[in-house]
């Protein structure tokens, strides 16, 4: 299947920094990139939509403020977490899809905020 | 809305029996159905899915799923299970607007 590679696998930082997070299609053109979070235990919540070359789509309850996406290739996009707070320590994940295929998964940021 | 329903947050199935891993869905026109396996600190990867034509969808290592219309459900499904099939998995629907809504997961226990 495609390949979506997700960077980094791992990252802590202290509160009040920034973080950004990188998703790319290896092997296809994501006209389509979604990001999740998930917690312990539970599901996956769709954070935003993001589509190649305009603004994201956020979902109710999520800042765009705080985390912003970037979609400026149909192989990129990126999540910034900015002011990190240790409440945003989560597992993030993206998913990208070309036009009427199936998603295929990042393998996932563990963020952790000291 | 789209949604859907795993039921069981467990299932526990010894070695080499068949599995089933639940799920009912709710949806407006069309299903698009998807089943995906998360294993510990990783990402999603993708088992198989369902849009149209045949009911019995076969998918990755050996796992298959069953559309049925009539009750609504999706349940996944493997003749003999391995302990490597252990992991937590999620059904997951695609939406009027393109997204794709998860169901809460179910962990799965092969035992040796």
């Known amino acids: 299947g495609a390949v979506v590679s997700q960077h980094p696998s791992r990252v802590i930082c202290k509160s009040g920094t920034s973080v950004k997070i990188e998703c790319r299609s290896l092997?296809?053109?994501?006209?389509?990139m979604f990001w999740y979070r998930q917690f312990p235990k539970q599901s996956l919540m769709l954070m935003a939509t993001s589509n190649e070359g305009s603004k994201a789509t956020y979902e109710q309850g999520v800042e765009k403020d705080k985390f912003l996406i970037n979609h400026a290739s149909l192989t990129l996009s990126t999540l910034t977490v900015t002011s990190a707070h240790p409440e945003d320590s989560s597992f993030y994940i993206c998913?990208?899809?070309?036009?009427?295929?199936?998603?295929?998964f990042g393998q996932g940021t563990r963020l952790t905020v000291v | 809305a789209q949604s859907v329903a795993q039921p069981e947050d467990q299932v526990n199935v010894a070695e080499g029996n068949p599995l089933t891993v639940k799920c009912t869905y709710s949806v407006s026109g069309n299903p698009y159905l998807f089943w995906y396996v998360q294993y510990p600190n990783r990402g999603l990867q993708f088992l198989l899915k369902?849009?149209?034509?045949?009911?019995l969808v076969k998918g990755s290592y050996g796992f298959e799923a069953e559309f049925n219309k009539s009750q609504t459900s999706f349940h996944l499904k493997k003749p003999s299970a391995l302990v490597s099939d252990s992991a937590l998995y999620f059904c997951?629907?695609?939406?009027?607007?393109?997204?794709?809504?998860f169901g809460k997961g179910t962990r799965l226990h092969i035992l040796p």
């Open positions: 369902y849009i149209t034509g045949d009911n």
């Open positions: 997951a629907v695609r939406d009027m607007y393109d997204k794709i809504i």
């Open positions: 998913s990208a899809r070309e036009l009427n295929t199936e998603a295929f």
């Open positions: 092997d296809f053109q994501a006209t389509t």
